[in-house]
Structure formats: structure tokens, C-alpha cells
């Protein structure tokens, strides 16, 4: 059972907190590039106010989002002369949190350079904004073949969770779920053949077998389900330290190469954003067709349109055919199922069953992360050298085997080839 105390460990994630300090040491998604297409934004991450910009150069950049003289919200602010202006009284701050100018104070004064505005370093990659958080020097950022992919073979979006990141990540490593919660009577008829088979297997057996094993990135799952035809259907998903999932998908049309992540960023502790990301090794995705999927369950603004007040819009008269009545985007299943528990889940009330390991064991590798902290112990997976930047073991795979196939061996065969799911252009 998990105690109030490590339940308060887990999911409070502010400054100073344990949790947030663990989250801080990694590069975080902070927005998608998209957002900043046209001006400064105001953005919240870990409980903390602040402004992303681009400056002159396109440069993404950012600050805390008030200005370190008066106050004023910075996302108003001019992008000019290399930095991003006050509107006050025009101290212009430039990405490194430098204050360049302040217009009103005499030619001579040096007052400028005492000051020194919250900045944090930013990078962009697959078409978001990622920022790290944390003291010190960054890590290196993270080598995962889905950043580095072309842009046709990388697909993103967010939306927004009206819970604590937890909830909405422990629901990523509980694939028993699947066969309740996102079961329809027949699969759906966007699938390619062999996704199909192991939607039928899903359906069909309700009590799968999963297995974990830890890794140096976090957590590799098993789960194995009868076919009823003498094989059986195994689905390789991983859990990476410290907020991400990595699972086949949408990209699947095209077959074994590609996967989905779903990486939860905490806004305060009562509600997060869900960063998405789609990728395929070897094909172009239907970009069109995740953005049509979308629209209809997601606002402009990336907010879903079945939430708690219209009771997610569930239509029982559906049940028949779809287990939950809450329509075919699974998006929507999941937002149910993390949300209604509250906006922070009071775990000791819990009671866990054998399908929950992995839900378990992560919590034990967020917690003995934690306390490597005050120890000045790096947490896993916060990387230093080339050496540790290569991504080949999170193997993320929907396969159909024999009855005596090992799913472990095949993706110690994968880690071993040295290539697979890395980018080619």
C-alpha cells in the first residue's frame, strides 16, 4: 500500500518539493512550437509562472513571466533588439535571463548587470519546445529516435488533463485496462490485419499475463494474451523515467517500426498537459487523418470536449457495442478513467492487484530516484555522456508468437541489431 506520505512524495511536484525537484533534473516538453508561431505565451510548469518567446532569430526563450522590476506580466512584452521588452519601462531581457537595457535609469548606471531574470535553457524538437528545469548544467538532451525523426515521420499534439500527471501516467503501465475500458465487440476497421489480431486478442482474453522487467531507462512490460487459435498475442510497451510512455498506436498502420508516447507534464499538482507524440521509422504518417481523429473530441485550444460536466458524454444506448459508451476516441476512455478519481488520487485507499506490478514498481523508482537527490546523486537516465544517449533497448512492439516464442528474446535480438526504430530520412 502506498502511504500518505509517499502519495504526498509522488504527486506533489512544486518548487522545492522532492517530486519536483526529480522532474526539474530532466529535459521537459513545455509547449509545441506551434504555440509560439505568433507571440509570447504565458505558460505554467511545475507550479512555476512563465513566458515563452522566439526571439529576432526565432530562438525559443524562457523567463519567468514576471518582470524582475515591477512585476509586470512579460507574455505582453515587445520581442526586439535581441531579448523580449517590458512594456513598464522597457528592460529588455534577453533568452539567458540578462537584462540588456533599462531605458529609464542614467547612461551611466551598471544597475543592469546585477540583474539576472529566471531563464531557463530551451531546445525544439519534433515540432515542441522542450526547457530543463533543473540547477546546474543541463544533461545532455535525450537521443530518442522519435526527436530526431524527420518531420514526416513525427507527429505531436497535447491536451490537456484535469488531474495530477500521475494519474495519467500510471495509466500507461496498466495495459489490463485495454480489455475493459477501451473494448469494442469488433475492432475497429481502421487497423491494419495484424494490429486487428491482437485487437481481437484483446478482446478475447481478459486476463493477460504481464511481466516486467527493470531497465536502465525504467520499466519494459510484457503482456501476453491467448489468441484462441493456438498462439498467443504479446504487446512490448515501456515506462521511461521519470513521466513517459512509450506504446504501439496509431502509427501502427504501417506495421512494426514506429509507436506512441505520451509524456505528462505536470502544470501545478491538480492538473497537467499529455505531450503526444506519433512516429514511424520507415513511413510518412497520416498527419491528416490524427489531426481529423482529434478534432472532433479536442478544442482549438487543446482542452477535450467530454469532460466531468457533461459526464464525458457517455451514451449508454452505445454500451453494446462499446464497453464504456464513450465513442471511439480512446483519448476520451482514458480522460474517465484518470480524472474521476479526483484531481489528486488519495492512494491509500488503493487496493492493488496482481496486474498492477508495474504500477508498483514505478512507484518505488520514482521514490529511490528521489532520494538519490540529497544524496547529489544524478537520478537514472539523466544523461552525461554520448555513450549513455543511444535509445536501442526501448523496444516497443505487437507481435503474434507461437506458444514457446520468448517475447524477451526477441527484443534482446532487436536491442542487438542496433538499429531498430532508429530514424532513417
Given at each position: ?26 529535459w ?79 547612461d ?26 533543473g ?156 489531426i ?11 482542452r ?27 483519448a ?36 529511490e ?35 514457446d ?21
Open positions: 500500500m502506498t502511504t500518505k506520505e509517499e502519495n504526498d512524495l509522488l504527486t506533489r511536484t512544486g518548487p522545492g518539493t522532492p517530486g519536483g525537484d526529480l522532474l526539474r533534473r530532466y521537459q516538453p513545455v509547449a509545441l512550437a506551434s504555440d509560439i508561431a505568433e507571440r509570447p505565451i504565458a505558460i505554467r510548469v511545475l507550479s512555476e509562472d512563465l513566458v515563452l518567446f522566439r526571439d529576432e532569430a526565432g530562438q525559443p526563450g524562457l523567463l519567468g513571466l514576471y518582470c524582475p522590476h515591477r512585476a509586470v506580466d512579460l507574455s505582453y512584452g515587445r520581442v526586439e533588439n535581441g531579448g523580449l521588452r517590458c512594456l513598464y519601462h522597457g528592460w529588455l531581457f534577453d533568452r539567458g535571463g540578462s537584462c540588456l537595457e533599462q531605458p529609464a535609469e542614467p551611466e548606471s551598471r544597475y543592469k548587470e546585477e540583474i539576472r531574470h529566471t531563464a531557463y535553457p530551451c531546445r525544439e524538437a519534433a515540432g515542441a519546445i522542450f526547457a530543463y528545469l540547477p546546474g548544467a543541463p544533461p545532455l538532451f535525450p537521443a530518442f529516435h522519435f526527436l530526431q525523426a524527420p518531420a514526416p515521420k513525427v507527429h505531436q499534439s497535447k491536451l490537456f488533463h484535469a488531474c495530477n500527471y500521475l494519474q495519467a501516467n500510471e495509466g500507461n503501465l496498466d495495459p489490463a485496462h485495454l480489455s475493459y475500458l477501451h473494448r469494442f465487440s469488433e475492432p475497429l476497421p481502421d487497423r491494419a490485419g495484424g494490429y486487428r489480431a491482437g485487437t481481437r486478442a484483446i478482446i478475447g482474453d481478459r486476463r493477460p499475463k504481464i511481466e516486467i522487467e527493470r531497465t536502465r531507462f525504467g520499466l519494459r512490460l510484457y503482456t501476453q494474451r491467448q489468441t484462441g487459435d493456438g498462439r498467443k498475442h504479446v504487446r512490448v510497451t515501456c515506462f521511461v523515467l521519470p513521466n513517459l510512455g512509450f506504446f504501439s498506436g496509431q502509427e501502427q498502420r504501417h506495421g512494426e517500426g514506429g509507436y506512441s508516447v505520451h509524456w505528462h507534464v505536470p502544470i501545478d499538482d491538480e492538473s497537467h498537459w499529455r505531450y503526444e507524440f506519433y512516429y514511424h521509422a520507415t513511413h510518412p504518417l497520416d498527419k491528416d487523418g490524427l481529423a481523429r482529434a478534432r472532433v473530441e479536442v478544442g482549438a485550444d487543446y477535450p470536449l467530454r469532460h466531468a460536466g457533461n459526464r464525458y458524454r457517455q451514451d449508454r444506448a452505445s454500451m453494446g457495442h462499446a464497453f464504456a459508451g464513450l465513442g471511439p476516441y480512446f476520451a476512455h482514458d480522460l474517465f478513467a484518470v480524472q474521476t478519481p479526483g484531481p489528486i488520487l488519495d492512494r491509500t485507499k488503493e487496493h492493488l492487484a496482481t496486474t498492477d506490478i508495474a504500477v508498483a514498481t514505478a512507484r518505488r523508482m520514482l521514490l530516484a528521489m532520494a538519490r537527490l540529497p544524496r547529489g546523486e544524478d537520478p537514472p537516465l539523466v544523461l552525461r555522456s554520448p555513450n549513455e544517449n543511444v535509445f536501442n533497448d526501448i523496444v516497443v512492439r505487437s507481435l503474434m508468437l507461437a506458444p516464442e520468448d517475447p524477451r528474446a526477441l527484443c534482446a535480438r532487436d536491442i542487438g541489431a542496433g538499429d531498430f526504430h532508429a530514424p532513417r530520412a
